[in-house]
Nanobody
Framework: QVQLVESGGGLVQPGGSLRLSCAASRNIFSMGWYRQAPGKQRELVATITSGGTTHSADSVKDRFTISRDNTKNTVYLQMNSLKPEDTAVYYC?????????WGQGTQVTVSS
């Protein structure tokens, strides 16, 4: 079993920044962030392995940065130059033994 606890969402103006954090109950090789906007399917934002290999969606590649601190079992998502279309519930994800684990989700709203 894996527990994921997210923090850091909120309301921000277009062009602003937010940092999301996700603390896992154990070290996980692959962790990442997904998001789901109202009426849309959940989509990949970015992933990172314990070795530091990252993958990001094209829509966020130049604006969002995923990182992790293996000593704290924590993954971060630094989001810069936020746009209204980034508004969504952001979910932390961990994959262990071919099983997906999800956090409770944190709301990010980009609006003036």
């Amino acid at each position: 079993q894996v527990q994921l606890v997210e923090s850091g969402g909120g309301l921000v103006q277009p062009g602003g920044s937010l940092r999301l954090s996700c603390a896992a109950s154990r070290n996980i090789f692959s962790m990442g962030w997904y998001r789901q906007a109202p009426g849309k399917q959940r989509e990949l934002v970015a992933t990172i392995t314990s070795g530091g290999t990252t993958h990001s969606a094209d829509s966020v590649k130049d604006r969002f940065t995923i990182s992790r601190d293996n000593t704290k079992n924590t993954v971060y998502l630094q989001m810069n130059s936020l746009k209204p279309e980034d508004t969504a519930v952001y979910y932390c994800n961990a994959v262990l033994m071919f099983t997906n684990y999800w956090g409770q989700g944190t709301q990010v709203t980009v609006s003036s």
